[in-house]
């Protein structure tokens, strides 16, 4: 899933350089995120969006997006 991915780079990103756009941006994904791809009713994320609305005729989880990516974004940043 990319946002996860840019969620880990973006933590990297700060790490190193400890400019705070990183973490601005980091910010909005994670609202992204949180306000139309996170499933609050069922868990797991939204595999994607179809004109903004989460598709319910895509899989939600897969071998990769739950155990890897979304959770480690997850693990890596404490969110």
């Known amino acids: 899933m990319a946002q996860a991915e840019a969620l880990i780079g973006l933590g990297l990103a700060f790490d190193i350089s400890q400019e705070i756009k990183y973490l601005e941006v980091a910010v909005k994904i994670w609202s992204f995120i949180e306000n139309n791809i996170l499933d609050?009713?069922?868990?797991?994320?939204?595999?994607?969006?179809?004109?903004?609305i989460p598709s319910t005729k895509d899989y939600k989880m897969g071998i990769w997006k739950a155990p890897y990516h979304n959770s480690r974004a997850c693990m890596k940043l404490s969110l």
């Open 40 to 52: 609050k009713t069922n868990g797991e994320w939204h595999w994607m969006l179809h004109n903004g």
